[in-house]
């Protein structure tokens, strides 16, 4: 076992599942994931000047590698900004893994700022759209995610991760191999419904 924040083991999670390029815009909510990446020659984060330029080039990279793309924003506007990219992965059924930042879990309800309920708003759009509520469960949900996206009929899933939450320190599997990879595949879901909120 080994002890790292939250947002060290997403960094962690996606670099073990093959990941080698994070395109987004950075906030200070995703902060624990940049340092996660910081040094690391298996994994990088590609700055854009526009969320939606993210959405949609790890759309592009998806589509041209048959590989997860990963956009990431922060919370409120930048999440708000990735939603036209997210809705044509979706239609172009593309594997890609949607990060957002959220306001503190304390803060959650309380109108704090660019708080939005992201998790509604993506899932008409996503195949499963989550929230992490535990540190400990960072890893998992990552690599989960990625083998929803990757499963039946492709397309992308939506990861919702609190500020507080990231910067929590848990214990993880130090040789936890990617679960999408030795699973089996997931049916496609219903036509025209929708991926559900959930919590992890």
Same mark, same amino acid.
Request: a negative charge; one cysteine or more; hydrophobic letters at 40%.
């Given at each position: 076992?080994?002890?790292?924040?939250?947002?060290?083991?997403?960094?962690?999670?996606?670099?073990?599942?093959?990941?080698?390029?994070?395109?987004?815009?950075?906030?200070?909510?995703?902060?624990?994931?940049?340092?996660?990446?910081?040094?690391?020659?298996?994994?990088?984060?590609?700055?854009?000047?526009?969320?939606?330029?993210?959405?949609?080039?790890?759309?592009?990279? %998806?589509?041209?590698? !048959?590989?997860?793309?990963?956009?990431?924003?922060?919370? !409120?506007?930048?999440?708000?900004?990735?939603?036209?990219?997210? %809705?044509?992965?979706?239609?172009?059924? &593309?594997?890609?893994?949607?990060?957002?930042?959220?306001?503190?879990?304390?803060?959650?309800?309380?109108?704090?700022?660019?708080?939005?309920?992201?998790?509604?708003?993506?899932?008409?759009?996503?195949?499963? &759209?989550?929230?992490?509520?535990?540190?400990?469960?960072?890893?998992?949900?990552?690599?989960?995610?990625?083998?929803?996206?990757?499963?039946?009929?492709?397309?992308?899933?939506?990861?919702?991760?609190?500020?507080?939450?990231?910067?929590?320190?848990?214990?993880?599997?130090?040789?936890?191999?990617?679960?999408?990879?030795?699973?089996?595949?997931?049916?496609?879901?219903?036509?025209?419904?929708?991926?559900?909120?959930?919590?992890?």
């Amino acid at each position: 076992m080994v002890s790292m924040t939250a947002g060290h083991a997403v960094a962690d999670a996606l670099a073990k599942l093959g990941v080698r390029h994070v395109i987004g815009m950075a906030g200070s909510c995703m902060i624990e994931i940049l340092d996660g990446m910081y040094g690391r020659d298996d994994i990088s984060f590609l700055t854009v000047r526009h969320e939606q330029s993210a959405a949609l080039m790890a759309d592009a990279y %998806a589509r041209l590698t !048959g590989e997860v793309g990963v956009c990431m924003a922060t919370n !409120g506007p930048g999440a708000t900004n990735l939603v036209t990219g997210v %809705a044509h992965s979706m239609m172009a059924q &593309s594997p890609v893994l949607v990060i957002t930042g959220a306001p503190m879990m304390k803060d959650t309800f309380r109108e704090s700022t660019q708080e939005l309920d992201q998790i509604a708003m993506f899932a008409p759009m996503v195949k499963w &759209s989550v929230q992490v509520r535990k540190p400990e469960r960072a890893f998992d949900v990552i690599n989960e995610a990625c083998h929803v996206a990757t499963s039946g009929v492709p397309g992308p899933v939506h990861v919702d991760l609190p500020r507080d939450v990231l910067n929590e320190t848990a214990e993880y599997s130090e040789n936890g191999a990617p679960a999408h990879q030795v699973r089996a595949r997931l049916p496609p879901p219903p036509r025209g419904g929708g991926g559900g909120g959930g919590a992890a």
